[in-house]
């Protein structure tokens, strides 16, 4: 059987400040979406992948896909208002021979073919997982300006993405949520509500999430690092 990937890549550019979408912004000599979408195709797990992105976006998006060399079927995925609504669409736009799919941001431009692959590994046997990373930090729960609580850290995981989940199971979890409208910032938490399992897969210290400007000039550094 073989793994899909969606790439939700239909957001906007304004934690970043930018005028357009930040996966079009360059780092380095590509898009950040370019850098992406190459360490997906360097993954021998993944065998489709779907980008969900809005209309305006095709364009270039489209000149992207043209400047790599994979014979991996790409293809665009019309995105909608939430992160929640465009993995939806994605998901019902995805062909009917797989049973596992990845769902990976855009924008976390530094994952590894190595995770995509460890990820395809792990999710043969759960029926869910993310990718996370141990938190360094003491984390706090604050109400105003007050701490509540100090969770123990061992316990505290930072998520990422990849995630990933069975087809047939997370479809069902997303018309669970738009019955019931559920509002989700990841699919796990979906997973979570139906009372699903997910389990987690160790993520990568590098595989941070560009959204300011900071992020950029850090990815910048770290790719830099990789190519010495
Ligand atoms: O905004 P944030 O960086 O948390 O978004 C995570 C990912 O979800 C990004 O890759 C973004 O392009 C995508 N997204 C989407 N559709 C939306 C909003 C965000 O595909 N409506």
């Known amino acids: 059987m073989t793994c899909y990937l969606l790439i939700p890549a239909a957001g906007s550019g304004k934690r970043m ?3 357009r979408n ?4 360059p780092l380095l000599d590509k898009p950040i979406l370019q850098w992406t979408l190459e360490a997906a195709i360097a993954s021998p797990a993944i065998s489709w992948i779907g980008v969900i992105a809005q209309p305006h976006d095709y364009p270039e998006f489209q000149k992207i896909f043209n400047r790599l060399n994979t014979t991996k079927p790409i293809r665009l995925i019309q995105g909608g208002d939430t992160r929640q609504a465009s993995v939806f669409n994605g998901l019902k736009a995805l062909p009917t021979d797989g049973d596992r799919v990845l769902i990976h941001d855009g924008a976390r431009c530094l994952a590894t073919p190595e995770l995509f692959d460890r990820c395809d590994e792990s999710l043969q046997t759960m029926q869910g997982f993310i990718a996370a990373v141990p938190v360094k930090d003491t984390i706090k729960i604050v109400d105003g300006q007050t701490i509540v609580d100090t969770p123990n850290r061992d316990h505290l995981w930072a998520a990422q993405t990849p995630q990933g989940f069975q087809v047939d199971l997370l479809k069902n979890a ?14 796990a938490a979906l997973f979570e509500k139906v009372g699903l399992e997910v389990k987690i897969v160790m993520g990568e210290e590098t595989n941070l999430k560009v959204t300011t400007p900071q992020d950029l000039a850090i990815a910048e550094f770290i790719l830099k690092q990789r190519q010495s």
């Open 22 to 25: 930040k996966l079009l912004l």
């Open 17 to 19: 400040g930018a005028d």
């Open 174 to 187: 997303h018309l669970t949520a738009v019955d019931l409208g559920w509002e989700v910032t990841d699919d």
